[in-house]
């Protein structure tokens, strides 16, 4: 159920966190709720490794949104210094 939770928070986390951030973003509602669950599944499992959270335990809301906030961070690194090609 953990992981699930962790679904549902990081697709309403990824949505918001493209409403706080400027500038292009990811293209599409779902690429959006895509980098807003990683971002979730990053706060939830670097938590757990940190000792913040216990086995089992999901990040919660805040966490998943600076987890989704540097996942769309190094999203927008990548595609800044991406070169179009010819």
């Known amino acids: 159920m953990s992981l699930i939770w962790t679904i549902v928070i990081g697709f309403i986390v990824g949505v918001l966190a493209k409403f ?44 998943a949104f600076v987890g989704a906030l540097i996942v769309l961070f190094v999203y927008h690194l990548v595609i800044k210094n991406r070169t179009p090609s010819a």
């Open 20 to 63: 706080v951030t400027h500038g292009p973003g990811p293209s599409g509602f779902f690429l959006t709720a895509a980098l807003g669950i990683a971002g979730s599944i990053l706060a939830t499992f670097g938590g757990r490794a940190l000792g913040w959270y216990a086995a089992g335990q999901s990040a919660g809301f805040i966490g």
